[in-house]
């Protein structure tokens, strides 16, 4: 009973600290300055659905949800055995147009051999009937024969470009069953966390088929909504912070780093503390890469928060929203 008593006082007293903190936040947010926007959003990141470029069976999926993988890994696997056997039937088709050419090649090397022993022929004969050796028929035989030859020659060199136009066929068949197989191997674009396996081993997918939704943790944002007013204010580049609902005694840095360019009807799903107006603009705050890189285990999308925007020219932050990211050992300490 007594250990019991403790936790609950020590639960408490943690509940009343949070509590405190997040009252205090409040009451320095109460007032901001006119330089500085604010808007509602969720921590988002960038959705990579990666799917199977062909159809086919998945044959494993190699990662869980929630796992963290890195540009390249393999995360899954389709069923390749009938793209195997038409690769080793390529292979094979291959070799014999490879083959082919090394027929035509000896095939060309006869027919230049016959056309030299013709043309010899048809020179001698040349001389011997100015002498009424031959007869003009003989000559005009012998002028048949390498006019034969030359024909076949001409014949034999067409057939090794054919067999030539074979092998490439051949080899872009192969080259791309090779791809087929390659692609089949699913790996991870880039660096994220796994949301969701989408197909499991043993399914059939069309082409196209989503197999892994992926979170690409290196572009992390969160979409607020201003009114044309501070919107006008907000540039590309301008300083910003992000404090979360769950964390509101951390401040993040951050920056604008997309405003729209056209209005839209106020979201319904947003609430600002000032009067809403008709119109407003999309701002996108994207946290800096590096320091999501340096807390890359802990970054979860969904949570809500609020992102607050320097408008203009100003950099004067109130000292409330000096930049406070904890680190790993700070959020143990938090946790004990």
């Known amino acids: 009973m007594k250990s019991l008593r403790a936790v609950l006082i020590v639960?408490?007293?943690?509940?009343?600290?949070?509590?405190g903190g997040y009252a205090y936040?409040?009451?320095?947010?109460?007032?901001?300055?006119?330089?500085?926007?604010?808007?509602?959003?969720?921590?988002?990141?960038?959705?990579?659905?990666?799917?199977?470029?062909?159809?086919?069976r998945v044959e494993e999926v190699l990662v869980e949800e929630g796992d963290q993988v890195?540009?390249?890994?393999?995360?899954?696997?389709?069923?390749?055995?009938?793209?195997?056997a038409n690769r080793a039937r390529a292979r094979a088709e291959l070799a014999s147009a490879e083959q082919g050419i090394a027929e035509a090649e000896a095939l060309i090397v006869q027919r230049e051999s016959e056309l030299s022993f013709a043309e010899q022929q048809l020179s001698r004969a040349e001389e011997l009937v100015k002498n009424n050796n031959i007869s003009r028929e003989q000559l005009d035989q012998r002028r048949a024969d390498r006019n034969v030859a030359k024909a076949a020659l001409t014949a034999a060199q067409a057939r090794l470009v054919s067999a030539r136009m074979n092998v490439s066929a051949a080899s872009a068949a192969l080259e791309g069953i090779?791809?087929?197989?390659?692609?089949?191997?699913?790996?991870?674009?880039?660096?994220?966390?796994?949301?969701?396996?989408?197909?499991?081993?043993?399914?059939?997918?069309?082409?196209?088929?989503?197999?892994?939704?992926l979170i690409d943790l290196t572009d992390v944002y969160m979409n607020v909504f201003l009114p044309t007013r501070q919107a006008g204010l907000a540039f590309v580049g301008n300083e910003a912070r992000i404090v979360l609902d769950a964390a509101p005694s951390f401040v993040i840095p951050a920056k604008v780093?997309?405003?729209?360019?056209?209005?839209?009807?106020?979201?319904?799903?947003?609430?600002?503390?000032?009067?809403?107006?008709?119109?407003?603009f999309r701002v996108k705050v994207r946290i800096d890469p590096e320091l999501l890189a340096e807390h890359i285990k802990r970054v979860k999308t969904g949570l809500p928060g609020e992102a607050y925007i320097m408008l203009a020219d100003h950099t004067d932050w109130p000292e409330a929203f000096t930049p406070n990211v904890p680190d790993d050992a700070t959020l143990r300490q938090n946790t004990q």
């Open 11 to 19: 639960l408490v007293g943690i509940a009343a600290a949070a509590g």
């Open 25 to 56: 936040w409040q009451s320095q947010q109460s007032d901001l300055p006119d330089y500085i926007a604010s808007g509602n959003g969720r921590i988002e990141a960038e959705e990579i659905r990666v799917a199977t470029k062909y159809a086919g």
């Open 70 to 84: 890195t540009a390249g890994q393999v995360m899954a696997r389709m069923d390749t055995a009938e793209l195997v």
């Open 178 to 213: 090779q791809v087929q197989i390659d692609d089949s191997v699913l790996k991870a674009p880039r660096d994220g966390r796994v949301q969701y396996r989408l197909a499991e081993p043993g399914e059939v997918l069309a082409g196209g088929g989503p197999v892994i939704t």
């Open 257 to 280: 780093s997309f405003v729209a360019d056209d209005a839209q009807f106020t979201p319904r799903e947003v609430e600002t503390r000032a009067e809403r107006d008709k119109l407003m």
